[in-house]
């Protein structure tokens, strides 16, 4: 089975307002007070740039958007993750930003087998104010596992 997510998390106020400007941005509610924003082939040709998006290392972060995730954090701290699974086999990237710069990233992992801090999207979830119940991480803690796939979570 496979695994693909693509997004921007953070409190449903904060990417409320970030989505008023943008007319394809859908949102869904996660737990704990937090939306995920998936990045949409719509999303990511409204707010790219032009430039290279590849500056931070992510796959599929537009280019120039990271100045709207951090115009976006002076409400609260923003973060942009991806996973990617096939088999098992996979890779994670997050970053926070927060005040307008970047407070955590980015991180990459590969695999499934994370050090004690946890997984990229963990320590990103985990910066923005989850907090996972014994036995649990804060990937499982907000249900990032309901959907597979980016678009699911809009459909």
């Known amino acids: 089975m496979s695994y693909d997510l693509q997004a921007v998390i953070a409190d449903v106020e ?3 307002g ?3 400007d943008l007319p394809v941005a859908r949102l869904a509610s996660l737990g704990q007070g937090l939306s995920l924003m ?3 082939d719509a999303l990511f040709d409204l707010v790219a740039d032009g ?5 931070l290392g992510f796959w599929r972060l537009p280019g120039g958007f ?3 995730l951090a115009n976006w954090s002076a409400g609260g701290p923003v973060a942009y993750v991806e996973a990617e ?15 307008g710069a970047i407070a955590l990233g980015p991180l990459h992992a590969e695999g499934q087998a994370f050090g004690p801090s946890g997984s990229p999207v963990s320590q990103a979830l985990r910066r923005l104010g989850v907090v996972a119940s014994a036995g649990e991480d ?10 597979r796939h980016g678009e699911a979570w809009i459909s």
């Open 18 to 20: 970030a989505a008023r």
């Open 138 to 147: 804060e990937f499982s803690c907000v249900g990032l596992g309901r959907h």
């Open 38 to 40: 998936p990045m949409t």
């Open 14 to 16: 904060v990417l409320r």
């Open 85 to 99: 699974y096939f088999g098992g086999v996979g890779e994670q990237r997050a970053a926070v930003w927060e005040g």
């Open 51 to 55: 430039g290279d998006g590849g500056t």
């Open 66 to 68: 990271e100045k709207a």
